[in-house]
């Protein structure tokens, strides 16, 4: 399989926000993350969201891994930890994408984050933005779909999910910051 992202080009792109009301100082994204039990996960997109685990790299990196409908498309997600900070985290897969036509993969750059909005209540944004693999080009191709019908689709489908599991993830991040509190 060809790990080749095609960087210059954007399948689909969302970031929905959610305020909630816990102080910045108090929310602690990474270590939510990380610690997030599989039931949680799931009720954070019924019925989307199948199951969820951590593990790391070779090299000792953090990990998440995410199983997931995104529309008609089985979704395994392979997020490496780049940033995992309390109020920053960046996580980048090569995600393993099951289409009723088959298999292929795409990059997703998956970005949580927090903002005070005033003293005792912050802004939890929910960033998704996936580029194709020159495998994703090759697959699309083979199945006679241009990449602006292949985007569209993502966008709709991506953008919907990103829109509904936003403000149940802040929530969620919410209740584990007052449980630790």
């Not at 599989?38 to 995410?66: F, L, V």
Request: net charge negative.
């Amino acid at each position: 399989m060809s790990d080749v992202i095609l960087s210059d080009k954007i399948l689909s792109s969302s970031a929905f926000s959610h305020e909630i009301a816990v102080p910045m100082d108090k929310i602690d994204i990474a270590e939510w993350l990380f610690n997030l039990p599989e039931a949680e996960y799931q009720r954070c997109c019924p019925p989307d969201h199948i199951s969820c685990g951590t593990t790391s790299t070779d090299s000792g990196n953090r990990m998440s891994i995410n199983v997931e409908m995104i529309g008609h498309t089985l979704m395994v997600q392979h997020y490496v930890a780049e940033i995992a900070t309390p109020q920053l985290c960046r996580m980048v897969s090569v995600s393993d994408a099951f289409t009723p036509a088959g298999r292929t993969r795409v990059q997703v750059i998956w970005t949580l984050s927090v903002k005070a909005v005033n003293e005792k209540s912050c802004q939890y944004t929910n960033s998704v933005l996936a580029h194709p693999t020159q495998e994703f080009m090759d697959f699309i191709a083979g199945h006679g779909m241009s990449f602006e019908e292949a985007a569209a689709a993502r966008q709709h489908d991506g953008g919907d999910h990103n829109h509904r599991e936003t403000p149940l993830f802040a929530e969620s991040i919410a209740r584990r910051a007052l449980r630790q509190s």
